[in-house]
């Protein structure tokens, strides 16, 4: 499957290529680039588009990344904190717990004092 994906994403690279090398040949006409203030020397059409569509993608696959490791992170904490709040409880239930044994574990050691004390007391 993995192949499958590189075959295809290298034939979609290919015919990207190929309509960048044709759109270039067939529009050739240089066009200045005004921005209000400041103004770019002419070069072909194909020039400005194809550079606008090289920039657009590689502002988003910077944004992409970086949105990705955002919701990683936001995923990540989520599941920290989720942990944590199950371990709390888990203590919480462990001391409850505890506190429960306790008494009948002083209880049972008072009873032996006793016992050992009855049957020295009756020898």
Do not use: H, Y
């Not at 020397?41 to 657009?56: D, R």
């Not at 995923?75 to 717990?97: H, V």
Request: glycine residues 6%; aromatic residues 4%.
């Amino acid at each position: 499957m993995r192949r499958l994906i590189q075959i295809l994403t290298g034939l979609l690279l290919f015919c990207i290529l190929l309509f960048s090398i044709s759109f270039s040949l067939l529009n050739r006409t240089p066009i200045p680039l005004n921005f209000g203030l400041s103004s770019l020397p002419a070069q072909p059409v194909s020039v400005w588009i194809i550079s606008a569509f090289c920039l657009g993608g590689i502002l988003g696959l910077l944004l992409g990344s970086r949105l990705l490791s955002r919701l990683r992170n936001r995923n990540a904490l989520r599941r920290l904190r989720k942990e944590l709040l199950s371990s709390q409880r888990e203590i919480k239930d462990l001391k409850i717990t505890l506190r429960r044994m306790t008494p009948l574990a002083e209880n049972e050691t008072g009873l032996q004092t006793q016992i050992s004390q009855q049957t020295k007391e009756g020898k």
